[in-house]
């Protein structure tokens, strides 16, 4: 308790009177959380309102609702419950059902903080939490501004256990005889965050250094002094380097855009394709490297991007827009890696959807579109050409199913027509020194649809 109110109060988190939305899940974080504010409350004069969002993912979702709203009733707590289809509304809005249940807890947490005129939101994010979102951005090449972990206060949330990890509080709990509910869900490996959390860390921890958590926020916090000063150095170069076009698009200024110091330049250009799809998660290394080397192309040459974000290089710079409808309809979009060979590899990837490529034998663009004028295949390793169209037609593939397929194209040279031919021009090799990785998460049926 002591930790966590010395933390709280350096930064500067909960102020006398405050009327406070507590996210009650009923596991042992939220119920740490809730106990320590309920210890608070009368010293303070905090209102209290708990918030549980009953998922109605798995069976003990019940379970969970009835024992948040006895704590709740046992302490006199406010409680607000809400009901809702999580995975019918990821299946909506094309969200997985981890990202569709914080878009909707997050959407209660305000609607309440509006409805009560409460004015702060308490989660319960802990340390081993942190490492894990450091982990994730670290692997995901999200640069340096995205390695600073969770914030302690980004208004009007708060979080007051990030201070403490999660042994810590499980020794809280227990002293105190604390009840909670464990959901099962955290213990599978369907979710990245969960193998990171299940395996990763535990790894580091037992095998590398005991500390390994606590050095991990350490250094979060380091970098996220250095990233403030980044954002100021940055900020200048924004405001003159990126503007709003009348089509919807945002414009990079190439001319600002080279006056970034190189250092900040990555930096530069995530913060662009940021801004133009309004999304951060899953923008990483290999988009930055991508649009890096547009600025290198003439002009007129296209790149697709994350988020149905079309990247098109102008005289002026580079043209962030979403995508218009192309031939047969929206184009399914792949998960993207690029790694470099260290050794001989031994293993390629059989798969129908996932398939390798020689990253350096890329001259124009990588892009995921469907046909296009002049679109044409290498068809073996003499370097034999063949025009798309001629492909559909001895494939014997439906006119009206052709504008359909998806499409990996280096400019007009197919690199991957999906789910039928692989270029074998861009095959990996011996000399390979660069492999760039693209796998379609669903599967995608002979007539190019997504199944």
Not at 125 to 130: F, T
Not at 191 to 197: E, L, P
Not at 206 to 232: G, K, Y
Not at 417 to 430: A, F, K, N, T
Request: charged share 30%.
């Amino acid at each position: 308790m002591q930790k966590i109110e010395k933390y709280m109060k350096e930064q500067q988190m909960l102020s006398k009177g405050d009327r406070v939305v507590i996210g009650l899940s009923g596991g042992p974080d939220s119920v740490c959380l809730f106990s320590v504010l309920n210890e608070l409350k009368a010293v303070l004069e905090l209102e209290l309102i708990a918030v549980h969002l009953n998922h109605q993912l798995r069976g003990a979702a019940t379970v969970d609702e009835e024992f948040v709203t006895a704590l709740c009733q046992e302490h006199q707590v406010e409680l607000v419950v809400e009901r809702a289809d999580v995975k019918a509304y990821g299946c909506l809005h094309k969200l997985s059902s981890e990202e569709a249940g914080r878009k909707l807890r997050h959407q209660l947490f305000q609607e309440t903080l509006e409805k009560y005129g409460a004015n702060k939101i308490a989660l319960g994010h802990h340390m081993d939490d942190n490492a894990e979102t450091f982990l994730l951005n670290l692997c995901r090449g999200s640069g340096v501004l995205g390695l600073t972990g969770i914030k302690p206060v980004s208004f009007p949330y708060i979080r007051p256990l990030l201070c403490v990890q999660k042994e810590e509080i499980m020794t809280y709990l227990e002293g105190r005889g604390l009840a909670y509910v464990i959901d099962e869900t955290n213990c599978e490996d369907e979710y990245t965050r969960n193998k990171i959390r299940n395996h990763v860390l535990p790894y580091l921890t037992e095998q590398v250094n005991q500390q390994t958590i606590l050095h991990i926020n350490e250094s979060a916090n380091r970098l996220e002094a250095l990233a403030a000063f980044a954002r100021e150095a940055l900020s200048p170069y924004l405001k003159r380097g990126l503007i709003a076009t009348e089509g919807g698009g945002l414009l990079a200024v190439e001319s600002v855009y080279r006056e970034v110091p190189p250092a900040l330049r990555g930096e530069f250009l995530l913060e662009f394709l940021s801004r133009a799809s309004e999304k951060r998660k899953d923008l990483g290394r290999i988009h930055v490297r991508q649009l890096e080397e547009l600025f290198e192309k003439q002009g007129g040459r296209l790149l697709d991007l994350p988020y149905e974000i079309q990247a098109r290089r102008t005289y002026d710079g580079v043209l962030l827009q979403k995508k218009k409808e192309q031939g047969g309809g929206k184009v399914p979009q792949p998960e993207i890696r690029i790694f470099e060979i260290a050794e001989k590899l031994e293993k390629f990837p059989r798969g129908t959807y996932t398939k390798w490529f020689d990253y350096d034998r890329i001259k124009d663009s990588l892009a995921i579109r469907n046909r296009g004028a002049g679109d044409y295949l290498t068809i073996n390793k003499n370097g034999d050409k063949k025009k798309l169209k001629q492909f559909f037609i001895d494939e014997k593939i439906d006119r009206d199913k052709r504008a359909e397929i998806p499409l990996v194209c280096d400019g007009n040279h197919v690199m991957w027509v999906v789910g039928y031919r692989q270029s074998p021009y861009y095959q990996v090799s011996e000399q390979t020194r660069t492999v760039v990785e693209i796998s379609f998460e669903k599967e995608i049926t002979k007539n190019g649809r997504i199944g």
